[in-house]
């Protein structure tokens, strides 16, 4: 199993561009979930999926849109960057009845 | 106030000490508590999961959670240069894969050989 991957692992982007981070799981989990992680700030919780087509708003949504087509896949997308969306952001997965969180190993995204 | 409080560090002890690392909250709803493991530029992986007040061995590493006073410690016994890393704290009201879970901040460890 590879687990959970994530691409790009670095990407540097002007304002205003925008991108998709990709997200995949081997594992069968139906329960994704992305985060961005800050300096000093810990992780927030940006998007989670409890199922394919089924999404819902963590903490910090704005900004950030998602979709939820297969039970592998769930990519994040950022439509308009701005340089506050300048994070490491990780996806993870967990298995339906567990709590334990599989994170990828993060992509590195500069807004300029 | 943050609802989940970590000493950020960074924390730098010799090969073999015993490091206590901590959290306070002010939630007290909150009944799981976990510790992640970020080694440098990788995803958290899990290193502990406690569930109440009370303590939990495994191997070198002792979680315990104290809800009266709203304080959990993760201890590392005869540490070694590999713990070197950001621990975080995290912690959740109910045992669901949906449900929120709050991290600390981390706080980043280092062991000098």
């Known amino acids: 199993n590879a687990g959970v991957t994530q691409t790009p692992k670095f990407r540097i982007l002007k304002i205003g561009q925008s991108m998709t981070l990709q997200c995949t799981q081997d594992?069968?989990?139906?329960?994704m979930y992305w985060y961005r992680q800050d300096p000093g700030m810990g992780l927030k919780l940006i998007y989670y999926s409890v199922g394919a087509g089924i999404t819902d708003k963590g903490e910090v949504p704005n900004g950030y849109n998602v979709s939820r087509s297969t039970t592998e896949d769930f990519p994040l997308r950022l439509e308009l960057a701005a340089p506050s969306q300048t994070s490491v952001y990780f996806c993870a997965s967990t298995h339906q009845s567990r709590d334990e969180q599989f994170f990828g190993p993060g992509t590195r995204l500069t807004v300029l | 106030q943050k609802e989940v409080e970590q000493d950020p560090g960074p924390l730098s002890v010799p090969e073999g000490a015993i490091v206590s690392l901590n959290c306070t909250y002010s939630n007290s709803a909150f009944q799981y508590f976990m510790w992640y493991r970020q080694y440098s530029r990788k995803g958290p992986e899990l290193l502990m999961y406690?569930?109440?007040?009370g303590n939990k061995e495994d191997g070198r590493f002792t979680a315990q959670v104290d809800k009266s006073s709203k304080y959990i410690s993760l201890f590392i016994r005869d540490s070694q240069p590999s713990d070197s890393a950001t621990y975080l704290c995290a912690m959740s009201q109910s045992y669901s894969s949906a449900s929120k879970i709050i991290f600390g901040s981390g706080t980043r460890l280092s062991i000098r050989p």
């Open positions: 594992m069968n989990h139906n329960y």
């Open positions: 406690t569930y109440s007040s």
